[in-house]
């Protein structure tokens, strides 16, 4: 039986050029990211490297369709309702009159 290599975080961040291992154990206490624990210790392996760069690549995504285009007050539709206009109302001297 083989055991698997394990790295720290100092040597994954090392490997992938971050600027500092933070990154890592914040994301691996935090559970985003799979990881072993040794007792206090945080450990990866390769395959949990390879699943975190999996999980943060970017591909290219296809074009999206282009949008309809706005409609304007001289191209609305026809069955939209109208909003109903607000009126003003008589002040109350001239109710009487």
């Known amino acids: 039986m083989s ?24 994301s691996a206490r935090s559970g985003t990211i799979a990881h072993v624990r040794l007792g206090r210790r945080l450990r990866f392996s390769a395959k949990h490297v390879e699943s975190l760069i999996a999980a943060n690549e970017k591909g290219v995504d296809t074009p999206l369709p282009k949008p309809a285009p706005r409609r304007t007050r001289g191209n609305e539709p026809t069955t939209a309702p109208q909003p109903r206009r607000l009126q003003a109302r008589v002040p109350a001297r001239m109710r009487n009159l």
């Open 3 to 26: 055991l698997p290599q394990l790295y720290t975080a100092e040597q994954v961040a090392d490997a992938l050029h971050l600027e500092s291992p933070a990154w890592l154990e914040d």
